[in-house]
């Protein structure tokens, strides 16, 4: 319990200390004008209120990476807990600042465009089909996990078909797609997020209060695969650490801050709150199962995360709180599903230069991603999937270095994305090396070639961006 407590205030001080060196660092100026009041066109570039985006920006980036990534996580121990707080406070956070605050200074441009500006027009083509790739990937099983999840509430007749809610998704994806931001995502959002953090916030009280016994620290635990720490957890545990699909997201509330001096609230601090259940959800499946990560590791073999949500949510916050926390589960992956879907159709007209004002100009790149989408329900994700979790990291390199790149063109203090980018390059390095999804190296093999790959990709971003500049 002790080092749940710690690793809990270390996260809250962790956005109060580090956060404001990183935003001193990138230099916030309140007295520049955003791209939300610059640009408006009350479609994309829509002025809202700080909290309100606050909460937007947290459901958005949520889905249920902290949550499932969490529990899948715990079964290597009190070691979850390191990663969730030093990876949100030095790598995610700062990558979602950065990733949003560098847009707000291009004119909210999406995050590849972005990378083009800083690491050049070859990387920038490689992140546009990167990014739309994963971002209809996010989007379309998103679809269909929800719709699944709907159909096995208990209902009968037509509500206990999958392809009703998916028919239901699909349209409500449609319309959040296309229409202001401020029409749907605007109005919903901020009460779903609401609903997370409450959620989360009474799993947490309930540990507390109840005593839960939490390992802590350096407590020895063996993953039940025999999995190793080293670079596995780190993939694993993403959303609740840090995550490229992060940063596909935070150009969209990049256009609608009405001030910088609100971006380390916004950025950072979902950041840090995402962490937060993360790292509630992680206690609460090492503790809350008969001898402890085993009996975790047995639930999840009866259905997955799923079903240790259920479980853990009706145990301890009652039938009521437990189905709230339920539906929230649901609600989630949707909410992040139809925001993936948007972020496409911004990245594709960002990339084209294609006005999205105009309805039909909407329209024109919404419905063919969205068919996209569709057809591939159809198509058995399980072999594709295994990949996601790799390409996301990988994307949260990439955005770090470019963060790097930005922070050193204008002669700022670039370690604070250099380290992260750095680290995560050997993880994602190592992980594609030894994984089955991979090339299935040995680890005695793969790990110093992932230190290497890390240090030359150091030594080149030196050597660009600053012996040869200067």
């Not at 096995?152 to 699909?170: C, D, P, Q, R």
């Not at 802590?216 to 695969?225: F, M, Q, R, S």
């Not at 919404?366 to 057809?375: W, Y």
């Amino acid at each position: 319990m002790i080092s749940f407590l710690i690793s809990l205030v270390t996260l809250i001080a962790g956005y109060f200390i580090y956060g404001k060196i990183v935003d001193k660092i990138f230099g916030s100026d309140p007295n520049l004008e955003t791209p939300a009041n610059r640009l408006r066109d009350d479609v994309d570039f829509v002025p809202l209120s700080t909290p309100k985006i606050f909460l937007i920006q947290l459901l958005n980036i949520a889905g249920l990476g902290p949550i499932f990534g969490a529990i899948m996580g715990a079964l290597f121990g009190p070691a979850a807990f390191l990663w969730i707080v030093l990876g949100s406070i030095f790598a995610g956070a700062t990558h979602d600042f950065l990733s949003g605050m560098m847009s707000m200074r291009h004119d909210g441009k999406s995050i590849s465009e972005i990378v083009g500006l800083y690491l050049g027009h070859n990387a920038k083509r490689v992140m546009v089909v990167f990014s739309i790739v994963l971002l209809v990937l996010v989007g379309t099983v998103f679809m269909v996990g929800p719709a699944g999840l709907l159909a096995n509430l208990g209902m009968s007749g037509i509500f206990a078909e999958k392809t009703f809610w998916l028919v239901l998704i699909i349209i409500y994806y449609f319309v959040a797609t296309i229409v202001p931001v401020d029409k749907v995502i605007g109005k919903i959002y901020p009460l779903f997020g609401a609903a997370l953090m409450f959620m989360a916030l009474g799993i947490g009280g309930a540990l507390i209060f109840t005593g839960a016994p939490i390992p802590e620290i350096g407590t020895a635990v063996a993953h039940p695969k025999g999995l190793s720490v080293w670079p596995i957890l780190f993939i694993t545990i993403a959303c609740g650490a840090v995550s490229g699909f992060h940063a596909t997201q935070s150009p969209m509330m990049a256009r609608c801050l009405k001030t910088e001096r609100h971006g380390r609230a916004v950025f950072y601090g979902a950041m840090i709150a995402e962490g937060i259940i993360a790292l509630i959800w992680a206690a609460a499946a090492m503790s809350l199962f008969p001898n402890g990560i085993d009996g975790l590791f047995a639930t999840l073999g009866k259905g997955g995360p799923a079903v240790v949500v259920n479980e853990i949510s009706k145990g301890q916050l009652g039938m009521v709180g437990g189905i709230l926390a339920i539906l929230g589960v649901i609600v989630a992956p949707i909410t992040s599903g139809d925001t993936a879907f948007r972020s496409a159709r911004l990245t594709i007209a960002d990339a084209i230069g294609y006005k999205q004002g105009p309805h039909k100009n909407r329209l024109l790149i919404a419905v063919p991603l969205l068919a996209i989408g569709i057809a591939l329900t159809f198509i058995d994700f399980s072999i594709i999937w295994r990949y996601f979790a790799w390409s996301n990291q990988t994307l949260a390199t990439i955005v770090l270095w470019t963060g790097a790149a930005y922070l050193s063109v204008n002669k700022k203090f670039h370690w604070i994305a250099t380290i992260p980018a750095t680290f995560m390059t050997a993880v994602v390095t190592t992980y594609i090396l030894i994984a089955k999804e991979g090339l299935t190296i040995s680890a005695t093999i793969a790990t110093p070639v992932g230190i290497v790959v890390a240090v030359l990709a150091l030594a080149l971003f030196l050597y660009k961006f600053q012996f040869k500049r200067d």
